[in-house]
């Protein structure tokens, strides 16, 4: 069963497109729960994912309501990233089929998103840090979750 990586409405093309090639490379699915704020055939998407884009498994949903029908029929364990959350994502167990949500560069997720998750992590940052690059983010948490599940 693969690790699932969500973004939320994301922003910014180049961070899409790298968390693309980042799912190619460690054999992830990406969701991408719609509306984007950018055309997912958008320019910047195909340079950072650049030849990686046609191995990635990427799975579009319309709005948030189909992708939680998908996750209900899944069974899938939805957990999300957030800076409002205490638990830091290194002190979490994660198993094989979970999926890592994401919020948008700009806003993260609105108050329904984050009472619809199962659980919800943070990656630790020094006080006067605001936040992390998306892309990043989604490297480490998809690297802690894929160590503890042997991959």
């Not at 699932?4 to 699915?29: K, M, S, V, Y």
């Not at 884009?53 to 948030?64: I, N, S």
């Not at 890592?100 to 992590?121: I, K, M, N, Q």
Request: hydrophobic share 40%; proline share 4%.
């Amino acid at each position: 069963m693969p690790l699932h990586i969500a973004l939320f409405q994301p922003d910014i093309p180049g961070n899409t497109g790298t968390i693309l090639r980042l799912g190619a490379c460690l054999d992830c699915r990406v969701h991408i729960v719609e509306p984007a704020g950018f055309r997912l055939d958008d320019k910047s998407l195909r340079r950072a994912g650049m030849d990686y884009l046609e191995l990635a498994a990427l799975q579009r949903h319309t709005d948030w309501e189909q992708f939680l029908k998908w996750r209900d029929e899944e069974k899938v364990r939805l957990i999300l990233f957030t800076t409002k959350a205490e638990r830091a994502y290194t002190d979490f167990s994660y198993n094989e089929g979970d999926c890592l949500l994401f919020g948008r560069e700009t806003a993260g997720v609105p108050d329904d998103v984050h009472e619809s998750c199962d659980e919800r992590v943070t990656i630790p940052m020094a006080a006067q840090a605001r936040s992390l690059n998306l892309a990043m983010s989604v490297a480490m948490g998809a690297g802690e979750a894929l160590r503890q599940i042997g991959r």
